[in-house]
């Protein structure tokens, strides 16, 4: 990340992640679906002084459109297959996500995902093990 790109994660879990992000650049935007892990990451950014990192509890598949489109996004859970609604929000210009993809309780893939243009460009990195994409409906 540069200083003023706008950086999309999603499993904002502590917000320890986030707030290294603040570090990088000072448009951080952090989902978490987790209630109870959501406010106690704001708490702590909030403590911390990273005031400015925007936090939303939501289903994070579905990204966040009112700010897109991001320079990167980080995915911190596993899905099953690449989500569309967070391939759509990548810059056009570039933009880039990181996330691992797989199946629950086995190894997944890393992937780097690139957009330009309407041109999408996958490269595995290597085999990770994450925990899983948590979904809304899974309550």
Same mark, same amino acid.
């Given at each position: ?36 892990? %959501? ?6 950014? /909030?403590? &911390?002084?990273?005031?400015? +990192?925007?936090? #939303?509890?939501? *289903? @994070? ?10 320079? %990167? ?6 899905? /099953?297959? &690449?989500?569309?609604?967070? +391939?759509?929000? #990548?810059?056009? *210009? @570039? ?31 290597? *085999? ?12």
């Amino acid at each position: 990340l540069a200083p003023g790109e706008r950086v999309l994660e999603i499993g904002t879990g502590s917000g320890y992640q986030a707030a290294i992000l603040a570090e990088l650049t000072d448009q951080v935007y952090t989902i978490e679906i987790i209630p109870e892990l %959501a406010g106690t990451a704001r708490r702590i950014l /909030d403590e &911390l002084g990273y005031t400015d +990192v925007h936090t #939303l509890r939501a *289903d @994070g598949y579905y990204g966040w459109w009112e700010h897109a489109p991001f320079d %990167a996004i980080i995915v911190t859970a596993a899905p /099953d297959h &690449l989500p569309a609604p967070l +391939v759509a929000q #990548l810059s056009p *210009d @570039g933009g880039r996500m990181v996330i691992p993809i797989g199946p629950v309780g086995g190894y997944q893939s890393l992937w780097l995902v690139e957009r330009n243009g309407d041109a999408i460009d996958m490269q595995r990195v290597l *085999d990770v093990r994450f925990v899983p994409f948590t979904r809304e409906s899974d309550d």
